[in-house]
């Protein structure tokens, strides 16, 4: 048990706190492991829509257009699962 110095409504006291408890280095692990997984399902198909919008850019005749534009041509032309080509690469790496 530890002793803090807080302020309760502008008034300074003294509290006893609970030491905290250490975490095992698995579960910190687990923890970063699935946020990683998280973060590339999501953050994967914006990258290749942004990978398609500038490979775009690359041919002369072509004009520009937005990422929802891109998004939407990629669903109708490829599926909705060509999005997501590649994450597996992306997960084992």
């Given at each position: 048990m530890s002793l803090s110095?807080?302020?309760?409504?502008?008034?300074?006291?003294?509290?006893?706190?609970?030491?905290?408890?250490?975490?095992h280095p698995l579960e910190h692990f687990?923890?970063?492991g699935t946020a990683g997984l998280?973060?590339?399902?999501?953050?994967?198909?914006?990258?290749?829509i942004k990978t398609r919008m500038q490979l775009r850019k690359q041919i002369a005749s072509a004009k520009s257009i937005g990422?929802?534009?891109?998004?939407?041509?990629?669903?109708?032309r490829e599926g909705f699962f060509s999005l997501y080509k590649v994450l597996t690469?992306?997960?084992?790496g």
């Open positions: 110095l807080v302020r309760d409504n502008g008034r300074p006291g003294i509290v006893a706190t609970a030491a905290k408890k250490k975490k687990l923890a970063g998280v973060e590339s399902s999501c953050c994967h198909p914006l990258d290749t990422p929802l534009t891109t998004a939407t041509r990629i669903i109708k690469a992306v997960y084992t």
